[in-house]
């Protein structure tokens, strides 16, 4: 009798262990920094995380005071990654049609100049790996 209850209350607790397993689907948390030119990049660049083994997870975070973050929750599964970083000045007004004619309707439409260099963004070659254990956290140095 005493073995079966003890039986019994090892595989409720297994059970109970397995339900409280993680419900990120094995997605990490990934933070870090965005330097551009030796200063933090302005606030509202945004980092983009590519998946370059199929891990099935991409992401994109928002720079604020030079640092970013994504919670676990939206987060990274192990694997390599493309890393690109866009930035845009805010203030270019361009026609995207002519750019030798005024902006939009109004002329208040603003598409805006790049920051980053293509190496950084359109032609990224920068890749980073996340990994199952450890920290998760990527320093920019963006020339």
Not at 42 to 67: H, R
Request: hydrophobic letters at 35%; charged letters at 20%.
């Amino acid at each position: 009798m005493y073995c079966t209850r003890f039986g019994i209350g090892v595989l409720l607790a297994a059970v109970l262990v397995a339900g409280c397993s993680s419900s990120h689907d094995g997605r990490l948390e990934i933070s870090g920094t965005v330097k551009l030119r030796g200063e933090a990049i302005k606030d509202g660049a945004i980092v983009m995380l590519e998946p370059l083994e199929e891990q099935g997870t991409a992401a994109n975070a928002t720079v604020t005071g030079g640092a970013f973050s994504i919670p676990k929750s939206s987060g990274l599964k192990p694997g390599k990654y493309l890393v690109r970083i866009t930035a845009g000045d805010g203030k270019t007004a361009v026609n995207p049609v002519d750019e030798n004619s005024p902006p939009g309707p109004g002329g208040s439409n603003i598409i805006s100049k790049e920051l980053v260099p293509a190496d950084w963004n359109v032609n990224s070659k920068q890749e980073v790996t996340v990994a199952k254990d450890g920290s998760n956290k990527f320093d920019f140095s963006i020339p």
